[in-house]
């Protein structure tokens, strides 16, 4: 079986794979990439993370899964907390932007493996405009450096 949406974060498949997130962990600190690749050590889910994982899902057409999966985003009341109300105005504010909507009209979340310089790599793109683009979706608190 290949690499899929349901398997593509898997312990067997970061084993196989490497992924640009597991490259940058491995850069930072190779013991605790070390550690989580075999299973001893798992990254907490920061409020970044999520709110980036927030935008990520409505660009997918996924928020609703995204919301049931993570209660933890929901104020005691119901109402989003301010991270993903901010996290909204953002979606808000790109709808509006025709390139950016170009951009993000290619296909969602396609999933590619490879091999660069012998290592068995695997990418999974926001955005694929066959031949033309590959679109990678960020969101950043801040342009300055902190």
Same mark, same amino acid.
């Given at each position: ?20 997130? #597991? %490259? =940058? ?11 989580? +690749?075999?299973? &001893? /050590?798992?990254?907490? @889910? ?18 609703? #899964? %995204? =919301? ?11 109402? +989003?907390?301010? &991270? /993903?109300?901010?996290? @909204? ?58």
């Amino acid at each position: 079986m290949g690499v899929n949406s349901k398997n593509y974060f898997s312990q067997n498949n970061n084993r196989k794979y490497c992924g640009a997130s #597991q %490259f =940058k962990a491995f850069m930072k600190c190779p013991a605790a990439a070390l550690a989580e +690749l075999n299973g &001893e /050590y798992q990254r907490e @889910e920061s409020t970044a993370l999520l709110v980036g994982s927030f935008v990520d899902a409505h660009f997918e057409g996924t928020l609703d #899964q %995204f =919301k049931e999966a993570h209660p933890e985003i929901f104020t005691k009341g119901g109402s +989003l907390r301010a &991270e /993903y109300v901010q996290a @909204e105005k953002i979606i808000e504010r790109v709808s509006r932007d025709e390139l950016f909507m170009r951009y993000m009209g290619g296909k969602k979340q396609v999933i590619r493996t490879g091999t660069i310089e012998g290592v068995p790599v695997k990418i999974k793109m926001d955005s694929y405009h066959k031949g033309k683009a590959i679109v990678d979706l960020k969101i950043i608190k801040d342009f300055e450096p902190l």
